[in-house]
């Protein structure tokens, strides 16, 4: 892909300052919409001002987005600001109306980067426009979805693209709304290198406390800005309320974030490298053992509840002899695996232990 960088033009002019596109999840009122942007006008970094107008939400019954007409607030505010508008387009007809109030950047979401057929028609429907988009990760794991996407929209012309990555679902939600995964944009990245990558902490985090902190670590891994949701009264927001923020929250966030460009020694960068790398795979190693051990609890309720014993040998037999056969065909040694493998089901059936034998209920310790 032959990509015209959009980092300029998403960033306001303080050189080296990071991309942050701000705005609330959904446009709810003109004066909602108007009020953001001229408070998150304010913050230096802020060049784009982002509001949903489509909303696709998991179940019928939410606020779905007030449509079209939102369209005019965010044109208003495009002209009282000086902000460039980001708005979510999820089919063809969303398109021709964003292109039609001059929207500025269209990103598609999240539930729309997974169907190609919608991909494509919105790929078509953006031919011989000179708008920039940004494509979010779709809500799965899956790297050439998301890369799919991206080549489908360039493939229609558009070589202002960039990605947008807001984390992946996950069926038990715990310390994420949506797990990072961070080895997935990293490996798009290394792929694409001239790629614009923004994360989208508020999707990720899905709550307002590790904003912060998942920036920093975005930034750190060299994205090239944020999109955080930012509403005038989080607390009345009519999605997402949990994880937006008010502009004055806004402005201290990124006043906490420390800019480290040059993070690579210049002596031993190719040491660093992999050591980021390794930093990287434990933290998911550690993310996969905490739920692997939520699961053992919730087995350890079963058993309880169904009065069945912890040790059942026949299925750690089956656990042993199953991995130490993946574990050889990985080129892993047999070995280490067991012995890792041991200890997991050691401490395993300590909590099973400490659910099904303990007189008080465990979660009340
Ligand atoms: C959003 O940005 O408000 C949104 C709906 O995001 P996603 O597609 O990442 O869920
Ligand atoms: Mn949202």
Redesign the pocket.
């Known amino acids: 892909m032959n990509l015209t960088s959009i980092n300029k033009e998403l960033q306001n002019k303080k050189a080296n300052s990071p991309i942050v596109i701000a705005g609330p999840?959904?446009a709810e009122t003109e004066e909602q919409v108007v009020n953001t942007a001229r408070e998150v006008k304010k913050i230096n970094e802020v060049a784009v001002f982002?509001a949903?107008v489509w909303?696709?939400r998991t179940k019928p019954g939410s606020f779905e987005g007030v449509g079209s007409e939102a369209l005019k607030w965010l044109a208003t505010a495009k002209k009282e600001t000086g902000l460039k508008i980001a708005v979510?387009v999820a089919n063809a007809k969303h398109v021709e109306e964003a292109l039609n109030h001059n929207v500025d950047v269209l990103?598609v979401?999240?539930?729309?980067t997974v169907n190609p057929f919608t991909v494509q028609e919105i790929a078509d429907a953006l031919k011989g426009s000179n708008a920039i988009v940004l494509v979010?990760n779709p809500?799965n794991p899956d790297l050439s979805l998301w890369e799919g996407a991206i080549e489908r929209i360039y493939n229609a012309g558009i070589n202002k693209v960039g990605a947008?990555h807001?984390g992946f679902s996950n069926y038990a939600k715990k310390n994420f709304r949506n797990p990072p995964h961070w080895q997935i944009p990293i490996e798009l990245k290394r792929k694409h290198p001239k790629l614009t990558f923004i994360c989208?902490p508020?999707?990720i985090c899905g709550k307002t406390a590790t904003l912060l902190a998942v920036s920093q670590k975005a930034l750190d891994l060299e994205f090239d800005g944020l999109?955080i949701?930012a509403h005038i009264n989080p607390t009345k927001a009519l999605?997402?309320a949990e994880q937006q923020i008010t502009p004055n929250e806004l402005a201290q966030l990124i006043n906490n974030i420390e800019i480290r460009r040059n993070v690579l020694d210049v002596e031993t960068p190719n040491l660093q490298e992999f050591r980021r790398k390794i930093n990287l795979l434990d933290e998911e190693l550690l993310d996969i053992l905490a739920n692997r051990m939520h699961i053992a609890e919730e087995i350890g309720m079963y058993k309880k509840a169904n009065k069945i014993a912890i040790l059942q040998s026949h299925r750690w037999d089956e656990i042993l002899h199953q991995n130490a056969d993946l574990a050889k065909q990985k080129g892993l040694s047999k070995e280490f695996i067991i012995k890792i493998l041991s200890a997991i089901h050691v401490e395993s059936i300590e909590q099973q232990n400490k659910i099904m034998n303990e007189k008080k209920d465990y979660k009340k310790k």
């Open positions: 999840c959904s982002r949903g909303k696709p979510e990103w979401g999240a539930r729309t979010k809500v947008i807001r989208d508020s999707h999109m949701e999605s997402d």
